[in-house]
């Protein structure tokens, strides 16, 4: 009887050992939004609301963090895609260095890149993949209006651009004149060149407002990336 009782103890001690383990296993599951898997890019859906003003690179970041909360994936740290242009008052910053390693993935559970590399290579970014974190279409050329240029300051390796030029409507600063770097979130152009077909560094806005942003196919709209 006693070894029988004994047996039952070990029996039953190894039983809630297996017990506890398989509910950490399931505790640490990765859930859509957690630091592996779900939600890890999108098109913001809509920009902060005063033209290329969006408050700076924070501004930007913020407004990633918002919309992603919204979409349930408000517990990663979010990171707009944008470059900041290097001035007597603050270093240069490339977006590249903004978002973390990757992989990325949207909202339909595509991988869009794995890695920094291939972000700025063979991505698999286009209309039908920039997708907003409620994953909408983001308008292309031939849509009404047409929204496809994202606000990115950047050159096609993701780096800041340098030199006499404002390519960040002041560092995402200016919502009047002024000028930024644009991508096109469809890769469709007026031609077949590769700045038509630039998902980060296609031609610069016409001004930084929001009726200049439209003028050439615009809504003040960005990426982001989660950056864990």
Same mark, same amino acid.
């Given at each position: 009887?006693?070894? &029988?009782?004994?047996?039952?103890? %070990? ?8 017990? %506890?383990? %398989? #509910? ?9 939004? $957690? ?45 707009? &895609? ?27 559970? %595509? ?19 920039? #997708? ?46 002024? $000028? ?12 077949? $060149? ?9 031609? #610069? ?7 200049? #942003? ?8 960005? &990426? ?5």
């Amino acid at each position: 009887m006693q070894s &029988y009782v004994s047996s039952k103890r %070990v029996w039953g001690a190894a039983a809630a050992a297996v017990a %506890v383990a %398989v #509910l950490a296993a399931c505790g640490s599951m990765s859930m859509p939004g $957690s630091a592996k898997t779900g939600l890890s890019f999108f098109v913001t859906s809509a920009g902060p609301g005063n033209g290329a003003d969006l408050g700076g690179l924070a501004g930007a970041d913020k407004q990633c963090q918002a919309l992603a909360s919204a979409a349930g994936a408000g517990n990663r740290t979010w990171r707009a &895609y944008l470059s900041q242009q290097p001035t007597a008052n603050v270093p240069g910053i490339s977006a590249r260095d903004r978002i973390g390693k990757g992989p990325w993935m949207n909202v339909k559970g %595509v991988v869009i890149a794995t890695d920094v590399a291939q972000l700025h290579a063979a991505n698999k970014l286009g209309k039908q993949t920039a #997708l907003t974190e409620r994953g909408d279409v983001v308008n292309g050329r031939g849509d009404t209006p047409n929204m496809h240029d994202m606000l990115t300051g950047s050159q096609p390796d993701g780096t800041f651009i340098a030199g006499n030029v404002n390519s960040t409507c002041g560092n995402w600063t200016q919502s009047g004149e002024g $000028s930024a770097m644009l991508g096109h979130s469809d890769r469709t152009g007026l031609d077949e $060149s590769v700045p038509a077909k630039s998902w980060n560094s296609s031609h #610069l806005s016409r001004g930084c407002g929001a009726d200049a #942003l439209k003028s050439t196919g615009g809504a003040g709209l960005f &990426y982001c990336f989660a950056a864990d």
